[in-house]
């Protein structure tokens, strides 16, 4: 689909990857831009419509699907981070992790999905990770949740192609975000993942990965799993 002329809703769009995509949407000429946040007094990006939205509550997400009636282009960004281990700590955070990334962003495709393909059709892009793929000690939950919105992101993408909206799934390793404060690799600038995503929804893909570690870690998919861990040591 072409950015231009289209109407589009960011979720988590307050800060980061979802800021990001708020300007480079605006400057591709985007005729309306709907930024949502749990706290949508702290969107402060010029030239937007400010929704509140909170994924983990179908009220909320409702509503914002009633306020926002003429979307074309989804961008499911909204997250949280989560830390610890899946056998010994509290599973409070884990189960928080899937309820946002894989059941809040679900609920946000079920609302728009329809008003998309009535507005003509569009496309949606799901904010995906690396560690859709792989896990890392301490990030499990963080990791089960990725994974499973990645293969939610995959199924959905079936029901909608004969309805007229694509589905990308956008993969990235670290972005030089808030959430990733304190970690000492490589990292994105999310200028850029919001410009490889765009890029890839004029284009139709259906996966975009980001950068190198990202494209690493898919092509690992294919060997014995130890093989990866062994890697990362």
């Not at 859709?132 to 000690?137: D, G, H, K, N, R």
Request: glycine share 10%.
């Amino acid at each position: 689909m072409d950015i231009t002329g289209s109407v589009a809703l960011v979720t988590g769009s307050n800060r980061g990857i979802g800021r990001r995509f708020v300007e480079q949407l605006l400057e591709r000429g985007a005729t309306k831009v709907y930024a949502t946040a749990r706290r949508p007094e702290l969107v402060d990006v010029p030239g937007v419509t400010v929704l509140p939205l909170d994924i983990t509550d179908p009220a909320s997400v409702a509503a914002a699907a009633v306020a926002a009636p003429d979307v074309t282009l989804l961008v499911n960004n909204a997250g949280i981070s989560s830390s610890g281990s899946l056998l010994t700590d509290d599973l409070a955070d884990a189960r928080r992790a899937v309820d946002t990334h894989l059941w809040g962003t679900l609920e946000v495709v079920r609302a728009f999905a329809p008003v998309i393909e009535r507005n003509g059709g569009g496309a949606i892009v799901n904010v995906l990770s690396a560690l859709s793929w792989f896990a890392a000690p301490g990030a499990g939950g963080y990791s089960v949740a990725k994974a499973a919105e990645w293969n939610m992101t995959n199924a959905v993408r079936l029901e909608l192609a004969s309805r007229g909206v694509t589905v990308q799934g956008l993969h990235l390793g670290a972005a030089d975000t808030d959430m990733m404060a304190g970690y000492d690799g490589p990292m994105t600038d999310p200028a850029d993942v919001a410009r490889a995503s765009l890029d890839g929804v004029q284009a139709g893909a259906a996966e975009v990965l980001v950068d190198d570690w990202s494209r690493m870690v898919k092509a690992s998919l294919a060997a014995d799993p130890t093989a990866l861990t062994d890697q990362l040591g």
